[in-house]
């Protein structure tokens, strides 16, 4: 298992024990995520306070993904990590059990999956992983991305 903090692991725990009680189940990854459904996307209802704190997070994951495209252009796997780390589960410390438990399970499910991808990126990256083995769970993570945002949209209450 990977070292996470107490509290994150609690938002996972919160989030597995959500979904088994809703029905709910973890979308797959990689190629078979991607498709965007045409069928209206689920709300994730946020306070305006809590969805601008949501999309700083999204701009981090995106500013994640540019520092690793760049780094793995230049062969500079430290660089990889570095910014693979910057969307870890270290990133989402700061959200309480509470607010994990007002988002739908699924949509909480993803984001931890995603955001343990990037940690998994940024260990293989410290590990040496070829450039093949890391631009596919790279593409796995922008996988993820695609999915939750055909699936889900932010409404502010």
Known sequence: ????????QLCVVAAIVASALGGCQLPGSGSDTVAVVNAEREAVRMAHRDAE????GMQAYLASLHTITDALSKNDWASVATGATASGMSAVNDVSLADALTMP???VLLAADTHERF?????????????????TQLSDIVANCTACHAAYRLELR
């Open 1 to 8: 298992m990977l070292s996470i903090s107490p509290k994150a």
């Open 119 to 135: 940690d998994a990126l940024a260990a293989a990256a410290t590990a040496g992983s070829t450039r093949s083995d890391l631009l």
């Open 53 to 56: 704190r949501f999309r700083s």
């Open 105 to 107: 399970p699924q949509f």
